[in-house]
């Protein structure tokens, strides 16, 4: 079973070392500068420090308080080991650590916390909605396209402590937009089935197959509440 301890505040340490310009986010992600900026986003490339070469993602919990990072790789994945990192790098026996993506704290449980909350709360709390994605570029895509009420479960998971952190800000439902992929599809239909009686509501709105929300263009996300309407509700289907 995953670790299901609550993740302490850390300190500035990591945080306070990051670049402000990240050639990774800004030209190879073409992400806007001020959604860099506005997410605390950054570059770290101390080669000393086994979370090198990424751009450094900070996570903060409801309350705001900085209690780890996702750290996203710079490379793209190495057609031949599939690790990320330079064509050139014999990773040897630290592959593992070359991975797209890696946590700090290396213990940090992403299991507890919702990415982007600290900053959405208030929105949910307003409209009682909570649109969920996967990933934390795709919270950030539809965040700059107005949609505030985002928070990204980083992975594919909806767990009881996600619950009650939505609950505890006023959510009474639940629109899930994960990945237009099998296992985005498939964990869509386990989560509806997983809490259908509970007292949120829980939606699914299908992203085009092959899609990631943060793929989708300006027009498709336009699109969202369209979309939401005429989703259909995969507990009445599935359960």
Known sequence: MPNRKANPPIDNEIKDSLTKNSDYLFNTRKIPQSTIDLFEAGGFLDSEHIIH???????HNIDGELIGFFGRSIYPRNKDTGGFYPADYDPGDVGPLYGKWR???????????????????????????????????????????????????????????????????GCKKIKLMLDGDRPGFLSAKKIIRMYKDHPIEIKFIPVPDGVDPNDMTRKDLYSLRKLSRAARRLNEKYR
């Open 103 to 169: 946590m700090y704290p290396h213990e940090y449980n992403r299991h507890r916390d919702l990415y982007n909350l600290n900053r959405a709360k208030g929105y949910i709390k307003q409209t009682g909605v909570c649109v969920a994605v996967e990933g934390v570029f795709d919270a950030w895509r539809l965040w700059d396209e107005g949609v505030k009420n985002v928070v990204s479960v980083f992975g594919i998971a909806l767990t009881s402590h996600h619950m009650e952190l939505l609950a505890s800000v």
């Open 53 to 59: 070469r990424r751009a450094m993602i900070p996570m």
